[in-house]
């Protein structure tokens, strides 16, 4: 008889635990600023958890083991600080997910500042990070997201600034070539409307399979909120929301002539001109809206159908 | 005392206790993975002692998963397991469901490779599928899925490599009512291919919705000369890139049912992507990929 895929192990340390299998296989981890003490011995139990991401994402003590599917928890009101490009955080351990415990402003908050060159780094392949609040408090920070492995996933984030002149100059930038396939991008908000800003993701490369799906943006991106000069392959855009401040033509969706795959049902809207919301020369295309902000009027297909 | 909690303590053949959640499901719960797993009789039940392949844990009704219990089958992270011949994996047992651990390319993987004739079969009723990535390894492999029996789901799973002719048949005539392909990502544009689905028979009730297709299917996406009855076909984006006539959504005469809200982009010229004429039809899109336009309703509505 096996009824289960909830099982009595025991950690070490000697206690024992109820762990659900279904959730994952593998090794789950507790993060806590509050309580939290990044030391052996701790992590395994939300009532002892690590103190930072940076000690268990470093594997600073091997407590994560790749392609596992481990989970790090952040517990409710975690908040880090990722301090300029000494202190970047990179995520190298392949196969984990970071989920965020919590809702609202109590949802794990990760604050970038100091430097521009504070960033986190995607170095490993299939990293999830899901319900983390990603917050500026420096003036231009170069990326928030720098990824250089394959099959990243961003779900159900907040990405916000501390205070005006706080922002992501690009909150997600691919890899070269294609050393970046299947970012996915989804379920997220975006609020900053700081005109520095360039891009929400910036695909440069050529990477296969990324989806960008049901996010919420209002910036004021002046390069693309989602897009990029890489000839990316297989790409989905879909029902996405785009407020976006800037006056650049083609700055909302703007994909190279050469990218194939989908891009269906994103509204957008900004300040530059009717008929340069959504350029996608080469995929297939349909329901995309653009408006012109201030107009007082509904948006219109972009492209057009004839 | 009042029954509070879907928690309960069982013990296990070996004498482990264990701790249930009879809302997961009041049947078995069994683990795969290759990498640290055996076939045996003795395994399965743990993940820390699980069985090496779906295939085993699939076919041993004897030992493993019984039929029409809801008994479930845990892919582990990262399990691999590879078809090489016809018939090489037949789930056979009614009632199971094979769900995927993990995310990304650490999802388990079962690859058809070896031989054209390499296929899954689909042989009881119920089985459904979820969270599993399906990979060819093969040219031309005629079909991934050979479903012939009722109430097939296949849901959150990606098809890729090269390549299958096509992904899910159905039985020729009624003995696979009621297919579902939800949620799921097709990606492979060999020019060989033919279908996602070929509904050859006259089955009822299949429901393809909120799937992704980025192919090259030269006959049609979704469709077959079938005469089904009461389909749902909604919400899925298509992105073919064959330059046939009808070849994103086509169902004949006498096909009844929904076909909605789909975006499809094609090769081939407009007004050419969407043919269903006996079913409810309305928000359905259609362009040439390269035109550089929006999607045209298609069928058009005057």
Do not use: W
Not at chain 2, 174 to 187: F, L, P
């Amino acid at each position: 008889m096996a009824r289960t895929d909830m099982f009595v192990t025991k950690q070490p340390g000697g206690k024992f635990i109820v762990k659900n299998e279904a959730m994952t296989t593998g090794d789950v981890l507790f993060v806590n600023s509050s309580g939290g003490t990044d030391g052996p011995g701790r992590g395994r139990n939300p009532d002892a958890p690590l103190a930072s991401l940076a000690y268990a994402g470093l594997l600073a003590n091997a407590m994560c083991t790749v392609n596992q599917c481990d989970i790090i928890f952040l517990m409710p009101g975690h908040a880090e600080t990722i301090n300029g490009a000494a202190g970047a955080m990179a995520l190298d351990t392949a196969g984990i997910s970071i989920i965020g415990l919590g809702e609202g402003a109590l949802r794990a908050t990760l604050t970038f500042d100091t430097d521009i060159g504070a960033i986190i780094t995607i170095d490993a392949a299939n990293i999830r990070i899901v319900n983390v609040v990603f917050s500026a408090n420096e003036a231009d920070i170069t990326t928030a997201i720098d990824v250089n492995a394959d099959d990243f996933t961003l779900s159900h984030c907040r990405f916000q600034a501390t205070a005006a002149n706080m922002n992501f100059l690009i909150t997600v930038q691919d890899a070269a070539a294609g050393g970046s396939d299947r970012i996915t991008i989804e379920d997220c908000y975006y609020l900053d409307r700081d005109a520095s800003n360039t891009d929400f993701i910036s695909m440069e490369g050529t990477g296969d399979g990324h989806i960008v799906r049901r996010n919420i943006i209002f910036g004021d991106f002046g390069n693309i909120c989602i897009g990029g000069a890489g000839a990316v392959t297989n790409v989905l855009i879909a029902d996405n929301y785009i407020s976006n401040a800037s006056n650049v033509n083609d700055s909302c969706i703007d994909v190279a002539a050469a990218t194939n795959g989908i891009v269906v049902r994103n509204l957008c809207c900004g300040v530059a001109v009717q008929a340069n919301g959504v350029t996608a020369t080469a995929c297939t295309i349909g329901e995309n809206y653009y408006g012109v902000i201030g107009e007082e009027l509904s948006a219109i297909l972009d492209p057009p159908n004839a | 005392m009042a029954d509070k909690s879907e928690l309960f303590v069982n013990k296990q053949s070996g004498g482990m206790h264990v701790v249930t959640s009879e809302q997961t499901t009041t049947g078995d719960i069994f683990f795969v993975n290759h990498a640290t797993g055996t076939d045996a009789a003795t395994h399965g039940r743990h993940p820390d002692a699980p069985y090496a392949s779906l295939a085993y844990a699939g076919l041993l009704a004897t030992l493993g998963p019984k039929a029409d219990r809801q008994d479930i089958i845990y892919l582990m992270p990262g399990h691999a397991e590879t078809v090489s011949a016809a018939g090489d994996m037949v789930l056979d047992i009614a009632g199971v469901s094979i769900i995927g651990i993990g995310h990304g390319t650490l999802r388990p993987t079962i690859t058809l490779d070896t031989i054209i004739s390499a296929d899954i079969d689909i042989d009881a009723a119920r089985i459904t599928i979820e969270n599993v990535i399906f990979n060819a390894a093969f040219a031309d492999i005629d079909i991934l899925f050979d479903v012939n029996a009722d109430d097939f789901t296949l849901r959150n799973c990606r098809i890729q490599g090269t390549n299958f002719q096509i992904v899910i048949e159905d039985d020729g005539g009624a003995a696979s009512n009621r297919i579902t392909v939800e949620d799921c990502i097709h990606v492979d544009r060999a020019a060989a291919n033919t279908h996602f689905t070929n509904f050859a028979g006259t089955g009822d009730g299949h429901v393809i919705r909120n799937n992704v297709f980025m192919g090259d299917y030269g006959t049609m996406c979704l469709g077959g000369a079938g005469a089904v009855t009461n389909i749902i076909i909604a919400g899925n984006a298509i992105s073919n890139t064959a330059a046939v006539n009808d070849t994103c959504i086509s169902l004949p005469a006498a096909t009844t049912g929904i076909v909605v809200n789909n975006l499809c982009g094609g090769g081939a010229a407009v007004a050419n992507g969407v043919t269903c004429q006996d079913c409810t039809i309305a928000e359905n899109y259609y362009q040439l990929d390269t035109a550089d336009l929006s999607g045209l309703l298609d069928p058009v509505a005057t």
